[in-house]
């Protein structure tokens, strides 16, 4: 994470096994960021302490494929949403 208005490092999530991030979003409140990764899971991070709250998996088949996570919403502050298109 950077500042945006400094463009200094702040903190760096650590938690997916892929480099390859495909969707990221911020829960409504900004406390909480979930992220899609090529890894084929889905993280959400609690922002303040730079950990993994929350982590699923989902099946893409393996191989090259593109991830199966084509978008990702939070719902409210407590619960978000993860599509495939």
Excluded at 32 to 41: C, G, I, Q, R, V
Aim: net charge negative.
């Amino acid at each position: 994470m950077y500042d945006c208005g400094t463009g200094a490092q702040i903190k760096t999530l650590e938690g997916h096994n892929s480099m390859l991030i495909s969707y990221m979003t911020f829960s409504m409140d900004g406390k909480h960021l979930a992220s899609a990764s090529w890894d084929d899971t889905v993280k959400v991070w609690d922002l303040e302490t730079g950990t993994v709250v929350r982590s699923f998996e989902y099946d893409t088949g393996g191989g090259c494929n593109p991830p199966a996570c084509r978008c990702l919403t939070f719902l409210r502050t407590d619960s978000f949403g993860i599509g495939d298109g």
